[in-house]
């Protein structure tokens, strides 16, 4: 058995949502990406702020939310990066632009997510669509080394 998410959703290309790729490594011992997608999808989850779709402006408001949460949550480092799936499955550390709009990753009607990772691993914030709405949720690996 795999700990790949089956079924997944698309992988959320850096570029389109407004991201800048860091040549930078990522730290070794992270958590998988299927268990950030386990982190964000399961029935227990709750999400911090949820946008309803089809309310005006709901795509930068979802972005706005977004923002916010990761922010308070650290996964936004110092330098305003932090860590996505790359192509290969892998975290690729990226960094926030003027014209960074995680919703732009997304693929309405999908139930599509775009998950971003605190450099360390420790905590996630993620932009999904369920149902009607946007989800921002928010998750400590309470397991993480300090």
């Known amino acids: 058995m795999t700990d790949e998410p089956s079924g997944s959703a698309p992988v959320p290309q850096p570029a389109k949502a407004g991201l800048e790729s860091v040549p930078q490594g990522v730290a070794e011992g992270l958590p998988s990406y299927a268990r ?15 946008v309803a779709r089809s309310a005006p402006g709901a795509t930068a408001e979802a972005d706005r939310l977004w923002l916010e949460h990761a922010r308070a949550a650290a996964v936004i480092d110092d330098e ?3 860590l996505v799936r790359g192509a290969d499955r892998d975290w690729v550390r990226v960094r926030r632009t003027p014209h960074t709009a995680l919703s732009a990753a997304l693929v309405p ?16 914030c993620a932009l999904t669509e ?10 400590h690996f309470e397991d993480r080394p300090v």
């Open 36 to 50: 950030a997608f386990k982190a964000v999808v399961n029935v227990e989850v709750a999400p911090q702020a949820a």
């Open 130 to 139: 369920e149902d009607d709405d946007y989800w921002i949720v928010v998750h």
């Open 109 to 124: 009607g999908a139930g599509s997510m775009a998950i971003a990772m605190s450099p360390d691993g420790r905590r996630l």
């Open 80 to 82: 305003d990066c932090f």
